[in-house]
């Protein structure tokens, strides 16, 4: 018997409009003189990309914005981004001093705030270089690795165009973070900021398929970047898995991202309103469907995991905040079954439990019980896709799918010239991460385009 459980909230109608809306300039001000000034900054070193936090600290709270802007941009191509969605708790301000008393500076919101004020006043215009003659280089992907990897070459006078395969370039920041948490129009205003370097966007080109990476090179690229991601979603092995109405995370998201962008009709959105659905995985992915399942009409939203809530990976700030705007969640309960016949209409789940001895094992109890489900969406991670792989040859990849690049040069595949970083080289990361491996590897095919030139020279 399926059990229809009754939704125990008041729905509370939630627009896609951005939640936080960031410091006034007296509020940033006031927050900047706050700092310390430590004269060994932690807040530096729990920074990925290793932004000058105290000095573009110290000119916010002088008033100078647009040197705080400019000291951003030496070590980040999205500040604004990076102010919205980086996972400050666990990094720079999970490091600040002041957070041993609760009281850290809010450096997100802080570089939030410079960017935003930058940006409307117009303070700061990158500029492309006059010439633009250091090498040619291709990028495949316009996700977090992509940007950052073509706006650095780009500041140092490399021709780079990126290519993508969808129609607006942004990756996951336009098509997997929900607006509530990333105003699309801040991404087109990074981007357009990257464009002014000298950056080519080509939209609408799928390598592999349009275009092989032996295409590029035969085309004068001197070097290609690998920046993909993680496209092909692990999908949930038990019965019924493939019944109408379980769904990937990804999918979801990207139909009411472009919903939302006018780009196809709402009523392509897979959740309906009054719908009860289940998220299966407790990271910030299972998180942002959740929450945006809730946006869209779902009368009850679950999200189950078979550990338990220490073990989740979202951010503590974005798990409070599913449960402010009613998601449920059952801890230690793993999904056997996808019921239904031509259509899902529960899910059955068994509970799980720990073992008592230092290895804290997980084991199923053979509890089960079977629930009203109209809707699943699965939040179980990603690996990358073969597309470029398969089309071309000499590059290695681990027995999961993910590209195998060499330390000198940084980045660089096991085929010459061709380089990756981001998701498709190691597990899914956080935007950040992805950053900070792009910065490692732009310096790699810069020494790489270099040694090359200087070879033909010879």
């Avoid at 932004?51 to 709270?61: G, K, S, V």
């Avoid at 390598?207 to 690998?226: C, E, H, P, R, W």
């Avoid at 089309?391 to 085929?415: A, C, F, L, Q």
Wanted: glycine share 10%.
């Amino acid at each position: 018997m399926i059990i229809d459980q009754q939704s125990d909230f008041d729905r509370v109608e939630l627009s896609f409009e951005e939640l936080d809306q960031g410091y006034t300039p007296r509020q940033a001000i006031a927050e900047a003189k706050r700092c310390l000034q430590c004269a060994k900054p932690a807040c530096r070193q729990g920074c990925p990309v290793e932004n000058d936090i105290p000095q573009f600290i110290r000119a916010l709270a002088l008033g100078n914005i647009g040197e705080a802007s400019a000291i951003i941009a030496r070590r980040s191509n999205l500040p604004a981004v990076c102010g919205r969605v980086c996972p400050h708790e666990k990094q720079c301000e999970g490091r600040c001093i002041l957070h041993k008393k609760g009281q850290p500076i809010h450096i997100g919101k802080l570089e939030r705030f410079i960017a935003d004020f930058d940006a409307e006043m117009a303070i700061t215009q990158p500029t492309a270089c006059p010439v633009l003659n250091k090498g040619k280089v291709a990028v495949i992907g316009s996700g977090p690795a992509g940007l950052t990897v073509a706006g650095d070459l780009a500041k140092q006078c490399f021709a780079v165009t990126v290519f993508d395969a969808l129609e607006e370039p942004g990756g996951v920041l336009m098509y997997g973070i929900p607006d509530f948490r990333l105003n699309k129009e801040v991404v087109r205003r990074e981007i357009r900021k990257i464009e002014n370097l000298g950056v080519t966007f080509r939209t609408g080109v799928l390598i592999g398929q349009d275009l092989t990476i032996d295409d590029l090179f035969a085309d004068g690229y001197d070097a290609v970047f690998i920046g993909t991601g993680t496209a092909v979603p692990k999908t949930l092995d038990v019965p019924g898995n493939e019944l109408p109405g379980v769904m990937q995370a990804a999918y979801f998201l990207r139909i009411v991202a472009l919903a939302n962008a006018g780009k196809v009709s709402h009523r392509e959105i897979p959740v309906s309103i009054g719908d009860h659905v289940f998220v299966v995985g407790a990271g910030n992915v299972a998180m942002d469907a959740a929450r945006t399942a809730v946006r869209v009409g779902a009368a009850r939203v679950t999200v189950i995991y078979r550990r338990s809530e220490a073990d989740m990976t979202a951010l503590q700030s974005e798990y409070e905040s599913a449960q402010s705007e009613g998601v449920q969640f059952r801890w230690m309960s793993s999904p056997t079954q996808c019921i239904g016949d031509d259509m899902l209409t529960g899910i059955e789940l068994e509970t799980m439990e720990f073992t008592n001895d230092d290895r804290r094992r997980l084991i199923a109890t053979g509890q089960k019980e079977t629930l009203r489900a109209d809707k699943i969406i699965l939040a179980i991670g990603q690996r990358p896709a073969a597309r470029i792989i398969s089309t071309t040859g000499g590059i290695e990849v681990n027995p999961h799918g993910y590209v195998i690049t060499r330390e000198k040069p940084y980045g660089m595949t096991t085929r010459k010239g061709v380089f990756a970083g981001g998701d498709v080289v190691h597990e899914p990361a956080t935007v950040v991460l992805a950053m900070k491996a792009a910065k490692k590897v732009a310096a790699g095919i810069v020494m790489y385009v270099e040694a090359k030139k200087l070879l033909e020279e010879l």
